[in-house]
């Protein structure tokens, strides 16, 4: 006999799917306006209109802030997607559930 299926279960692991889908189209946008722009403006320039030591640390403090985001939000929606297809095919009723040890 073969166990039904959850509706809500599947729906709910379809969204949690589409959301972890969405936060990584998210992040690869974010990451093509850094490919674009890589250089924060602005920053403390000296009066003569010099770029100083104190803004080129706190331009490449701020890139590596950035690029620290984007990983992490890559991370968290390739695991928010992971979820949503375990949800999602554990609510079908057509696989096995992982036996532990």
């Known amino acids: 006999m073969q166990p039904k299926s959850d509706v809500l279960g599947r729906l709910m692991g379809a969204g949690v799917f589409f959301l972890g889908v969405i936060v990584v189209l998210w992040v690869l946008k974010l990451a093509y306006a850094l490919y674009a722009d890589p250089l924060p403006v602005g920053g403390p320039q000296s009066p003569a209109g010099e770029v100083t030591f104190?803004?080129?640390?706190?331009?490449l403090s701020k890139l590596l802030a950035r690029i620290l985001l984007l990983i992490v939000g890559s991370i968290s929606g390739s695991l928010l997607a992971s979820r949503g297809v375990r949800l999602y095919a554990a609510s079908s009723g057509r696989t096995q559930p992982a036996e532990r040890e």
């Open 54 to 59: 104190a803004g080129l640390a706190a331009g």
